[in-house]
């Protein structure tokens, strides 16, 4: 196992290509830009990808009921901007389908 980081953008919806099975742990700012953090099986080809959805909120920003699960909160500015991530779970049982759409987000070394 390891622990890899990828960089997201401040938008709210995107989806970001992770290798398959990746656990994400948290999200942060780091050097001004939000990134997560996933726990990622060493076995796992980096090339071997699935989409995973990701919204940002801010604080008193409308949300919708399939808002997701929590991941993290980051800051950006000094407190000027605070954003609330969650990441929608689709699967077996689902209503909602995982929408492809965007670019992937480079891992960051």
């Not at 989409?51 to 000094?78: A, K, M, N, W």
Request: net charge negative.
């Amino acid at each position: 196992m390891r622990v890899l980081k990828w960089a997201i953008e401040v938008t709210d919806k995107q989806t970001v290509q992770l290798p398959v099975g990746a656990e994400i742990l948290c999200v942060q700012a780091q050097h001004g830009r939000p990134c997560i953090w996933a726990l990622v099986d060493g076995e796992v080809s980096l090339s071997t990808v699935e989409p995973r959805v990701l919204f940002t909120h801010g604080t008193g920003h409308e949300t919708s009921p399939d808002i997701g699960c929590y991941i993290g909160t980051y800051q950006l500015e000094s407190g000027a901007f605070v954003g609330h991530v969650f990441e929608l779970r689709t699967g077996i049982g689902s209503k909602l389908p995982i929408p492809v759409a965007g670019q992937p987000v480079a891992i960051l070394e």
